[in-house]
């Protein structure tokens, strides 16, 4: 069973420990973050024999995490490196793209992205889809980094405030090859108030949560005001059940 989900300060600061670190200790970082989003996850739904599947699964951090609470879990990513991280890809791994599931409507009783979006040149249309190929009563959760929030730019942060472009090339000028994550390649610029639009505007879904993720519970009001939720939100879940 994974530990109940608890969004205290405590548990914020232990996240942004491990936020720091994500370049250099990415087994500290994607394990910490894996364990409690599993825990964020089955706080709204049962994930014994639950069939999940991980739009943008990547290496197997979030394997072993929702497969230890008992979930049968799909992978799906479009890097196949990003997939061999941590050697041999997952059984039971799908190729191909968030855009465009491969799979038949209502498959799945959870549907899970965590930091996918911002790198989709069409992050509505993957939403989409991954109500569609939830099962009705099945749960959507989708979390994603906010382009105005101080992680905006990933790696290029916090630069990205003079725009993504420039950002990109400082970088490259700095570190002598390119970001990861390319601003209009890789990485793309995402809002709360897409998203919030989005989640109000689907008829097929009931809107269980939309919170700040990593933020604690009292802090959860800065969704309420346009301006700074962009900013101090950091990252969006949406959190959905399919009718």
Known sequence: MPAPFRPTLRRSWRLFRAFRVEQTD??????????????????????DDAWVLDVGGGPGYFARAF????????????????????????PGTVLGSGM?????????????????????????RM??????????????????????????GHETAPWHYLGG???????????????????????????????LRWARERADVDVVAVVPRYLPRWAWWVLRVPLV??????????VLRRR
């Open 165 to 195: 472009y420039r950002a990109a090339r400082r970088y490259h000028r700095l570190h002598g090859h390119p970001p990861k994550n390319v601003f209009g390649s890789s990485l793309f610029a995402v809002t709360a108030a897409a998203g």
């Open 229 to 238: 939720r962009e900013v101090v939100t950091w990252n969006l879940a949406i």
């Open 67 to 90: 497969r230890d609470a008992g979930a049968r879990y799909t992978p799906l990513d479009a890097d196949l490196g990003e997939l061999s991280g941590l050697g041999a890809p997952e």
């Open 26 to 47: 990415p087994d500290r970082f994607y394990g910490a973050l894996a364990a409690d989003s599993v825990s964020q996850v089955a706080h709204h739904a049962p994930l």
């Open 100 to 124: 465009q599931l491969p799979f038949a409507d209502g498959s799945f009783d959870v549907t899970y992205s965590s930091n996918v979006l911002e790198h989709v040149p069409d992050p509505w």
């Open 127 to 152: 939403a989409d889809e991954m109500v569609r190929v939830t099962r009705p009563g099945g749960l959507v959760f989708c979390s994603y980094t906010l382009w105005w929030g101080p992680w905006g």
